[in-house]
């Protein structure tokens, strides 16, 4: 398994859909996963420090994991079927581990709550992690709103199956974001 973390969430301009972007914790690939726009704002909030004035969903599900005497141990991307992401969220309860089948975004939305490591099974990793390339990532670290990363191949990746992620990733700006979330 690979460490990563959210390194951010993008949003296209031209259509609006939303990827989380991971990335390894020792290494340079990314691992891009389209989401939905309410497991985005979630994910955005808590990155962000932004406290709902009423529990989301993924706040009362850690209340209700802790309740019962559970932790959250860790989130894990476990496979890449179909151009689907599949995730598990591993609990501790009684001394025994339980696992959880989840959506990704989800699973992501709980692990930062829970500041939990994000594991991505590294099959998943090289089938669709992708490499930024330099000038990109010091553009992206300038938090520049022109910057769109041209996203170049992590290993043996089928690049045509992956040309959608490719297309949306180029077409996102994190600006946008920013001004839909009123921050």
Do not use: C
């Amino acid at each position: 398994m690979i460490e990563t973390v959210v390194e951010s969430i993008r949003v296209s301009l031209v259509t609006q859909h939303r990827v989380v972007i991971l990335k390894e914790v020792d290494g340079e690939r990314h691992l891009p996963i389209w989401i939905g726009s309410y497991e985005a704002e979630a994910i955005a909030m808590e990155l962000q420090g932004v406290t709902a004035s009423r529990p989301l969903p993924y706040d009362l599900m850690r209340s209700i994991i802790d309740d019962m005497g559970g932790t959250v141990a860790r989130i894990t991307v476990t496979d890449l079927s179909d151009d689907v992401f599949y995730a598990r969220i591993v609990l501790r309860q009684s001394g025994r581990e339980l696992e959880i089948d989840s959506r990704p975004s989800d699973a992501i939305a709980l692990a930062v709550r829970a500041k939990v490591p994000i594991l991505v099974d590294e099959s998943v990793m090289d089938k669709a992690g992708v490499l930024l390339s330099s000038e990109d990532e010091d553009e992206a670290e300038q938090e520049t709103s022109s910057a769109h990363p041209e996203l170049e191949r992590a290993e043996d990746v089928d690049t045509e199956r992956l040309s959608v992620f490719r297309d949306f990733i180029n077409s996102l700006d994190l600006d946008d974001f920013d001004r839909k979330t009123g921050n």
